[in-house]
């Protein structure tokens, strides 16, 4: 343990030596402390006229006329040279200096401090835990997903006869742990019940800290100027932007500008602006309105900005030896304000007195006054507290391992030993308990990973607002010499709750316990009974209360509450003897490191004396040693609660699940996959304990009810692997629809697990493993049902039935409909040529968007005059009542959506992504409303045009009158066309099984088959047209933004063509 007190004036002398006298004409890239004064020596040199304690130069062995000739194998023959060069040299690292003392040549080291030119880098923000690697980026997991993959253990289901083990539990996204593997803790935890993890300082990690000795660097210019500190300088620079009421990107620019930039008499805009507000924010009132005043200009600005500062004499004294003349008197006022404002905010009184004995002794003109001024208006000190608001920053700073090995002489060596007790090295036990402890030191040496939590301190702090920093600066050490200290982590209290029959353990959320011990607490201890330290209680305290928090961003703090539920089972089990077979798990290495880096962290206290005068120390240590320990009795932070009864809530989630599993399993065989998809992830979340049967009334949905599933694992685990093959087979289906067959005997075959599940409980493990394996057997004949309602496509009729017209009708009909698909044949092909385009070939894609346009017209004509030969037969009661359907569904749907948002979610990530997904739908489903109402009117009165006796005549004139309507009409179809084509889901209320076929709007009683399938091709191509032309006019800006379009375009005249094709075979 070093401690080296450093007085803030001894910082500001070494500061402003460096600062140089004059203005550089070119911005230096560094500002070096040297810590001399220096002469001429007749051109021979740089004689040494001063040499300040605890400078660069006073550790390089420099005195008092010693001549300097050259520095790294630069000469320097006079002072000017000197100055000229000084700032040229890198910064705390070894340079050769020759000097000539008393008449002697030798070699001296030495390391300049200095600053930088700042910049504004993004700050590292994770904690690194050597030998695990770092858990991936949360996504949001879906609740089929968090079956597996959970983070949070709710319940354990044992079966005593068995021996055999399941856990349900979820997944909390608060904490970025990964999945969990709470059965292989398990495992490890029954062989080793008690078990302790200490990280441990190795030999060489001792004796580098007692033999190690600091550079005296001041603290300022360590974390400002050091290359291996940029991550300090990163935080500093945020802390001292925020003192300051100003943005990091701010203080930097005037920070630069201070230090850096060439000056100008007036500075820039923006320079200005930053100032003016620094003055304000940091209590300097006066100096603010000064500044603001004299850089407005004039010599009246400069004398009302002097008697701001109550120097209104010295205003007219200058304006009097200038006979008068405010022109004369402008130049000697500004510098005059300039002087004063230094004064005003604190600048050393050696500084100003100098530059304004060169103003008066005419050494120096006043603009140079003025600018050299300028690069003292960086105030550090509050005129608020009088405190410096550098090093008030720098205590919230702990200087990390690379940065205290930079401050060393010699370099730190060792590292720290990983020792495990009553504990498999190579477990995942072991491996969450050493992520803990390693986790522990963050408190530490990353205390700005915890700043926004209420309470958070540095060790600088903590000190300070304890009151164990000695008041005394003649005796830099810590109050009552507390030495080191131990840090451990423990459990508090483990609440399990039991089943009568051992059955089901509940958990809930286990407390920790976050301890330490001090020398002074383990001599105190050997003669009294309680061994726990007084003088950090406060600072374990703020990670007990805001536990989550500290989880949240050390996810380790987590893992380690979780294994606490692992450990206290594991001593449960064996207290009350009951079996568990975990013979068959394989459980995962891990290739633990025998050491890893030691901990050095190092930090600047900057505290108040007992004479009022503020002051700094550095103190360097190796990181706090201490664990995570489990060896307490169970007694001690275990409670053990009996259930009321056997009947525990793991029956109502597994029945709860069981009916959302089949209830899914039945949606997917109707064709009904987004219902499917819904109801599989509301069955994995009643699994999961994160829906009830009470929620499925807000989300209006109906489990009927059913007999009680049995609770045992092989329940549990079969449960999670059927709602995951039910989810398998509904994506199997969506994405791939030719897979319809394979995926139906699946859907039959879990549709009958379910059933017998119910039935015979004790076959649940066969089937498990019949799941597991593939191997389950095919369903059981069902018996003839009656017959379905009719195909919804073409392709599915064996029959039109009586079509009731003459032949050359039908033939002429047929002819038009096989003109029609071949024109679809045609764009399919084109289509898909023109995706095979690039840009490059222009001429050909316009040569093929004009044909595909060509021939969609010519096949909408075509069964346009099918469809007009047929519309005359339209019931009009019939078109309206299904409308009035549509309408209703669509409203029926909205409020379904809208009662959705009221229900409650297991965590507020889950329940925003639900809102969020509600309101799309909410919003999609009234688009669709309104355009369906927008196309109703002009729709009616065409089929009435339709109806007449010379509709041929009558629909000329309809259109001619009619033009608004008809585009009305157009827009709105094509609207209708968009939105199912981007959202299938829609078809559902819209009444169609699919955009091209299905169940038409069009498909009343009255049309016939002929008609319905007529105007469903007339709807079709006619939303493909519609669809089209505007992806031309798209085309022209990118051809590869509409491929995607394009592709969807031509399955679907495809389609189509098959569709007609399947009418003509039909029609003979």
Same mark, same amino acid.
């Given at each position: 343990?070093?401690?080296?007190?450093?007085?803030?004036?001894?910082?500001?002398?070494?500061? $402003?030596?460096?600062?140089?006298?004059?203005?550089?004409?070119?911005?230096?890239?560094?500002?070096?402390?040297?810590?001399?004064?220096?002469?001429?020596?007749?051109?021979?040199?740089?004689? @040494? +006229?001063?040499?300040?304690?605890?400078?660069?130069?006073?550790?390089?062995?420099?005195?008092?006329? /010693?001549?300097? @000739?050259?520095?790294?194998?630069?000469?320097?023959?006079?002072?000017?040279?000197?100055?000229?060069?000084?700032?040229?040299?890198?910064?705390?690292?070894?340079?050769?200096?020759?000097?000539?003392?008393?008449?002697?040549?030798?070699?001296?080291?030495?390391?300049?401090?200095?600053?930088?030119?700042?910049?504004?880098?993004?700050?590292?923000?994770?904690?690194?835990?050597?030998?695990? %690697?770092?858990?991936?980026?949360?996504?949001?997991?879906?609740?089929?997903?968090?079956?597996?993959?959970?983070?949070?253990?709710?319940? *354990?289901?044992?079966?005593?006869?068995?021996?055999?083990?399941?856990?349900?539990?979820?997944?909390?996204?608060?904490?970025?742990?990964?999945?969990?593997?709470?059965?292989?803790?398990?495992? =490890?935890?029954?062989?080793?019940?008690?078990?302790?993890?200490?990280?441990?300082?190795?030999?060489?990690?001792?004796?580098?800290?007692?033999?190690?000795?600091?550079?005296?660097?001041?603290?300022?210019?360590? *974390?400002?100027?050091?290359?291996?500190?940029?991550?300090?300088?990163?935080?500093? *620079?945020?802390?001292?932007?925020?003192?300051?009421?100003?943005?990091?990107?701010?203080?930097?620019?005037?920070?630069?500008?201070?230090?850096?930039?060439?000056?100008?008499?007036?500075?820039?805009?923006?320079?200005? =602006?930053?100032?003016?507000?620094?003055?304000?924010?940091?209590?300097?009132?006066?100096?603010?309105?000064?500044?603001?005043? !004299?850089?407005?200009?004039?010599?009246?600005?400069? +004398?009302?900005?002097?008697?701001?500062?109550?120097?209104? =004499?010295?205003?007219?004294?200058?304006?009097?030896?200038?006979?008068?003349?405010?022109?004369?008197?402008?130049?000697?006022?500004?510098?005059?304000?300039?002087?004063?404002?230094?004064?005003? +905010?604190?600048?050393?009184?050696?500084?100003?007195?100098?530059?304004?004995?060169?103003?008066?002794?005419?050494?120096?003109?006043?603009?140079?006054?003025?600018?050299?001024?300028?690069?003292?208006?960086?105030?550090? !000190?509050?005129?608020?507290?009088?405190?410096?608001?550098?090093?008030?920053?720098?205590?919230?700073?702990? +200087?990390?391992?690379?940065?205290?090995?930079?401050?060393?002489?010699?370099?730190?060596?060792?590292?720290?030993?990983?020792?495990?007790?009553?504990?498999?090295?190579?477990?995942?036990?072991?491996?969450?308990?050493?992520?803990?402890?390693?986790?522990?030191?963050?408190?530490?040496?990353?205390?700005?990973?915890?700043?926004?939590?209420?309470?958070?301190?540095?060790?600088?702090?903590?000190?300070?607002?304890?009151?164990?920093?000695?008041?005394?600066?003649?005796?830099?050490?810590?109050?009552?010499?507390?030495?080191?200290?131990?840090?451990?982590?423990?459990?508090?209290?483990?609440?399990?709750?039991?089943?009568?029959?051992?059955?089901?353990?509940?958990?809930?959320?286990?407390?920790?316990?976050?301890?330490?011990?001090?020398?002074?607490?383990?001599?105190?201890?050997?003669?009294?009974?309680?061994?726990?330290?007084?003088?950090?209680?406060?600072?374990?305290?703020?990670?007990?209360?805001?536990?989550?928090?500290?989880?949240?961003?050390?996810?380790?703090?987590?893992?380690?509450?979780?294994?606490?539920?692992?450990?206290?089972?594991?001593?449960?089990?064996?207290?009350?003897?009951?079996?568990?077979?975990?013979?068959?798990?394989?459980?995962?290495?891990?290739?633990?490191?025998?050491?890893?880096?030691?901990?050095?962290?190092?930090?600047?206290?900057?505290?108040?004396?007992?004479?009022?005068?503020?002051?700094?120390?550095?103190?360097?240590?190796?990181?706090?040693?201490?664990?995570?320990?489990?060896?307490?009795?169970?007694?001690?932070?275990?409670?053990?609660?009996?259930?009321?009864?056997?009947?525990?809530?793991?029956?109502?989630?597994?029945? @709860?699940?069981?009916?959302?599993?089949?209830?899914?399993?039945?949606?997917?065989?109707?064709?009904?996959?987004?219902?499917?998809?819904?109801?599989? &992830?509301?069955?994995?979340?009643?699994?999961?304990?994160?829906?009830?049967?009470?929620? @499925?009334?807000?989300?209006? !949905?109906?489990?009927?009810?059913?007999?009680?599933i049995p609770v045992s694992p092989a329940n549990v685990q079969l449960q999670k692997e059927m709602i995951k093959k039910t989810y398998q087979q509904i994506t199997v289906l969506k994405q791939n629809p030719a897979s319809a067959q394979t995926a139906?005997?699946?859907?039959?075959?879990?549709?009958?697990?379910?059933?017998?599940?119910? /039935?015979?409980?004790?076959?649940?493990?066969?089937?498990?493993?019949?799941?597991?394996?593939?191997?389950?057997?095919? %369903?059981?004949?069902?018996?003839?049902?009656?017959?379905?309602?009719?195909?919804? =496509?073409?392709?599915?009729?064996?029959?039109?039935?009586?079509?009731?017209?003459?032949?050359?009708?039908?033939?002429?009909?047929?002819?038009?409909?096989?003109?029609?698909?071949?024109?679809?044949?045609?764009?399919?092909?084109? $289509?898909?040529?023109?995706?095979?385009?690039?840009?490059?070939?222009?001429?050909?894609?316009?040569?093929?968007?004009?044909?595909?346009?060509? &021939?969609?017209?010519?096949?909408?004509?075509?069964?346009?005059?099918?469809?007009?030969?047929?519309?005359?037969?339209?019931?009009?009661?019939?078109?309206?009542?299904?409308?009035?359907?549509? !309408?209703?569904?669509?409203?029926?749907?909205?409020?379904?959506?809208?009662?959705a948002k009221t229900a409650t979610w297991y965590n507020e990530a889950a329940q925003k992504a639900m809102e969020k997904s509600l309101d799309d739908d909410i919003k999609l489903l009234q688009s669709a409303k309104f355009h369906l109402e927008e196309?109703?009117?002009?729709?009616?009165? $065409?089929?009435?045009?339709?109806?007449?006796?010379?509709?041929?005549?009558?629909?000329?004139?309809?259109?001619?009158?009619?033009?608004?309507?008809?585009?009305?009409?157009?827009?709105?179809?094509?609207?209708?066309?968009?939105?199912?084509?981007?959202?299938?889901?829609?078809?559902?209320?819209?009444?169609?099984?699919?955009?091209?076929?299905?169940?038409?709007?069009?498909?009343?009683?009255?049309?016939?088959?002929?008609?319905?399938?007529?105007?469903?091709?007339?709807?079709?191509?006619?939303?493909?047209?519609?669809?089209?032309?505007?992806?031309?006019?798209?085309?022209?800006?990118?051809?590869? /933004?509409?491929?995607?379009?394009?592709?969807?375009?031509?399955?679907?005249?495809?389609?189509?063509?098959?569709?007609?094709?399947?009418?003509?075979?039909?029609?003979?």
């Open positions: 343990m070093h401690r080296i007190w450093l007085t803030i004036g001894i910082i500001i002398v070494l500061f $402003l030596t460096t600062a140089g006298n004059a203005v550089a004409e070119k911005p230096p890239k560094a500002m070096s402390s040297w810590g001399i004064i220096i002469g001429d020596a007749g051109g021979q040199g740089v004689v @040494l +006229i001063g040499v300040n304690n605890n400078s660069p130069a006073s550790t390089a062995g420099l005195k008092i006329q /010693d001549i300097l @000739l050259s520095i790294n194998g630069v000469p320097v023959h006079s002072a000017a040279e000197f100055r000229a060069v000084k700032n040229d040299f890198p910064l705390y690292t070894p340079l050769k200096l020759v000097v000539r003392r008393n008449g002697t040549l030798i070699e001296r080291q030495i390391r300049l401090s200095g600053i930088i030119p700042l910049e504004v880098k993004p700050i590292k923000s994770e904690f690194i835990i050597p030998g695990v %690697p770092p858990s991936p980026t949360p996504g949001e997991l879906s609740a089929i997903e968090a079956l597996d993959q959970i983070n949070v253990l709710d319940q *354990i289901v044992l079966d005593p006869g068995t021996g055999k083990i399941a856990v349900l539990g979820h997944y909390d996204t608060r904490f970025n742990t990964g999945p969990i593997p709470y059965l292989d803790m398990l495992k =490890t935890a029954m062989l080793y019940p008690k078990p302790k993890f200490n990280l441990n300082h190795s030999p060489e990690v001792k004796k580098s800290e007692e033999e190690s000795e600091v550079w005296r660097w001041p603290a300022n210019e360590f *974390i400002l100027g050091h290359p291996a500190l940029e991550q300090e300088r990163q935080l500093l *620079i945020r802390l001292w932007a925020k003192a300051c009421g100003l943005s990091p990107e701010e203080l930097v620019r005037l920070y630069d500008y201070v230090h850096f930039d060439s000056k100008q008499v007036v500075p820039p805009s923006d320079v200005q =602006t930053i100032q003016s507000r620094i003055l304000k924010n940091l209590g300097f009132t006066e100096a603010a309105k000064a500044y603001d005043l !004299i850089n407005q200009g004039s010599t009246d600005n400069a +004398i009302k900005a002097l008697q701001v500062l109550g120097r209104g =004499t010295e205003a007219q004294a200058i304006l009097s030896r200038s006979g008068g003349d405010p022109s004369k008197a402008q130049g000697a006022m500004t510098a005059a304000v300039y002087l004063a404002i230094l004064e005003n +905010i604190r600048a050393p009184e050696a500084i100003v007195a100098n530059l304004r004995a060169g103003l008066d002794q005419d050494r120096s003109t006043w603009q140079e006054v003025v600018m050299k001024a300028q690069g003292r208006m960086l105030p550090t !000190i509050s005129n608020i507290d009088k405190r410096d608001i550098v090093m008030l920053a720098i205590n919230k700073i702990l +200087i990390s391992s690379k940065g205290t090995s930079a401050i060393m002489k010699n370099p730190l060596e060792g590292e720290v030993v990983l020792d495990p007790i009553n504990l498999d090295r190579t477990s995942q036990l072991t491996r969450i308990l050493y992520e803990a402890d390693y986790s522990l030191k963050s408190l530490v040496v990353m205390p700005q990973l915890y700043w926004h939590i209420p309470g958070s301190m540095s060790q600088p702090e903590y000190y300070i607002h304890k009151g164990l920093i000695d008041k005394n600066p003649s005796k830099p050490d810590l109050t009552n010499h507390i030495g080191s200290t131990d840090f451990w982590i423990e459990p508090k209290l483990v609440a399990m709750t039991v089943s009568p029959d051992h059955r089901v353990v509940s958990f809930g959320l286990p407390q920790m316990d976050f301890k330490s011990i001090t020398s002074l607490d383990k001599e105190y201890a050997k003669g009294h009974s309680d061994d726990v330290s007084n003088y950090y209680n406060e600072w374990c305290a703020v990670l007990i209360n805001h536990y989550d928090e500290y989880a949240r961003i050390t996810p380790a703090f987590h893992k380690v509450r979780e294994a606490a539920k692992i450990i206290a089972l594991a001593n449960w089990l064996i207290t009350n003897k009951v079996p568990v077979d975990l013979s068959g798990l394989r459980q995962e290495k891990w290739d633990a490191p025998q050491r890893v880096p030691g901990f050095w962290k190092s930090s600047f206290i900057y505290a108040q004396a007992e004479d009022g005068t503020y002051a700094s120390f550095i103190s360097d240590k190796a990181s706090f040693s201490g664990g995570v320990v489990f060896t307490k009795p169970m007694s001690n932070w275990t409670k053990v609660t009996p259930a009321p009864q056997t009947e525990t809530a793991v029956l109502s989630q597994l029945t @709860l699940s069981a009916g959302l599993g089949q209830k899914a399993v039945l949606a997917a065989q109707a064709g009904n996959l987004e219902d499917a998809r819904y109801l599989a &992830e509301l069955s994995a979340q009643a699994m999961s304990g994160r829906l009830a049967q009470g929620d @499925l009334a807000k989300l209006k !949905i109906s489990v009927p009810e059913a007999k009680p139906t005997v699946a859907l039959n075959q879990l549709s009958n697990l379910y059933d017998q599940v119910r /039935d015979k409980p004790a076959a649940a493990s066969d089937y498990l493993i019949q799941l597991q394996t593939g191997k389950l057997p095919p %369903p059981p004949a069902v018996k003839a049902t009656a017959a379905r309602t009719p195909a919804e =496509t073409i392709c599915g009729e064996s029959s039109l039935g009586d079509l009731g017209m003459p032949a050359e009708r039908l033939e002429y009909l047929t002819r038009r409909m096989k003109d029609a698909q071949d024109r679809l044949k045609h764009i399919n092909e084109a $289509l898909r040529k023109l995706i095979a385009l690039n840009m490059a070939q222009q001429a050909e894609i316009d040569k093929l968007t004009a044909e595909i346009t060509e &021939e969609y017209n010519k096949a909408w004509d075509r069964v346009g005059d099918v469809v007009i030969d047929l519309l005359k037969d339209v019931s009009m009661d019939a078109f309206e009542a299904v409308h009035a359907k549509r !309408i209703k569904d669509l409203d029926d749907a909205i409020s379904g959506k809208i009662a196309a109703y009117e002009p729709t009616k009165n $065409l089929i009435a045009v339709f109806k007449g006796a010379n509709y041929y005549k009558n629909i000329d004139e309809w259109m001619a009158k009619n033009k608004d309507s008809m585009e009305r009409l157009k827009t709105s179809w094509s609207l209708l066309g968009n939105l199912a084509l981007e959202h299938p889901a829609l078809e559902k209320w819209l009444g169609k099984k699919s955009f091209f076929y299905g169940n038409r709007l069009w498909q009343v009683a009255a049309m016939g088959r002929m008609a319905y399938y007529a105007w469903g091709f007339f709807e079709d191509i006619a939303g493909q047209l519609l669809i089209w032309r505007p992806m031309v006019n798209r085309m022209q800006n990118s051809l590869k /933004d509409n491929i995607q379009g394009m592709e969807r375009l031509r399955e679907r005249a495809a389609q189509t063509s098959q569709e007609i094709d399947c009418l003509e075979k039909l029609l003979h």
